[in-house]
């Protein structure tokens, strides 16, 4: 199996050198036991409120590859404990689903089109997360999900 995350916006650089948050999505995105890729989609025309969540829904749906079964983050999603989510995954990954695409939406959130065609609208939890630390914190609970999945003792719950 394969995950995408999707996200609009991107990582900025702190005195020329990765942000603390790149470097935590990097430190697990390279830990999971199947691949993980980032695409940062962005939209750089001045335009605010529903037209601007149309359009990064747009950039999201546009990368989403072909088939991928898709995740929308939305605070008013499922919530999952750990083991539960590696459940999840795991019978996506035994239901043969090749793509798993996770997206996030923008500072004005996910338009409701994107969360619609979503199969599963998942939250990280009742608090609201920076949308750059929603990153490594989902590469995290994906190597937890795999690490619960195969046994290993990263997870002991």
Do not use: C
Not at 54 to 67: D, I, K, M
């Amino acid at each position: 199996m394969n995950a995408h995350l999707i996200a609009v916006g991107k990582f900025g650089k702190v005195k020329g050198k990765p942000s603390p948050e790149q470097l935590l999505f990097d430190q697990y995105a390279a830990r999971p036991g199947f691949p993980l890729s980032l695409k940062e989609v962005e939209e750089k025309r001045p335009i605010e409120g529903p037209e601007r969540q149309r359009r990064e829904a747009s950039l999201l749906l546009g990368a989403v590859p072909a088939g991928a079964y898709l995740v929308a983050l939305d605070e008013a999603g499922k919530t999952f404990t750990s083991p539960a989510f590696a459940t999840w995954l795991g019978q996506r990954r035994d239901d043969g689903v090749r793509d798993v695409a996770f997206v996030i939406g923008g500072a004005d959130g996910l338009d409701p089109g994107v969360r619609e065609k979503a199969g599963l609208v998942l939250s990280l939890g009742a608090m609201t997360w920076p949308h750059l630390l929603v990153r490594g914190l989902l590469a995290e609970q994906l190597y937890r999900a795999h690490a619960i999945l195969t046994g290993h003792p990263y997870h002991r719950g």
